[in-house]
């Protein structure tokens, strides 16, 4: 069993960046690729962004391309969303998934671990 848990949401301003981070406990997190996803006011959950085991490759949605990143520190078991640029759009409840795939997932059904999610609040 994994447990995750996200950190760093909060109320930012427009322009201004945010940092995430989701911490990771139990099995081994070192060959488990990572997910982002946000599900904002009356919208379905959406794909944000995706990373390897290795942290060697990542993956976006568009609407996020150029500004947010994703990296991992396995010796920490933490994986972080570094979101710049931010605009009111991205406002949104952050939620990090792992799965015991090691190659990039973009498909929900395919993490079977999620964390409990973080409120980012973006204002004009």
């Known amino acids: 069993q994994v447990q995750l848990v996200e950190s760093g949401g909060g109320l930012v301003q427009a322009g201004g960046s945010l940092r995430l981070s989701c911490a990771a406990s139990?099995?081994?997190?070192?060959?488990?690729?990572m997910g982002w996803f946000r599900q904002a006011p009356g919208k379905e959950r959406e794909f944000v962004g995706t990373i390897s085991w290795s942290g060697s490759n990542t993956y976006y949605t568009d609407s996020v391309k150029d500004r947010f990143t994703i990296s991992r520190d396995n010796a920490k078991n933490t994986v972080y969303l570094q979101m710049n640029s931010l605009k009111p759009e991205d406002t949104a409840v952050y939620y990090c998934?792992?799965?015991?795939?090691?190659?990039?997932?973009?498909?929900?059904?395919?993490?079977?671990?999620w964390g409990q999610g973080t409120q980012v609040t973006v204002s004009p």
């Open positions: 998934a792992a799965t015991n795939i090691p190659t990039m997932r973009i498909v929900q059904s395919e993490y079977a671990y």
């Open positions: 139990g099995r081994t997190f070192s060959r488990y690729s």
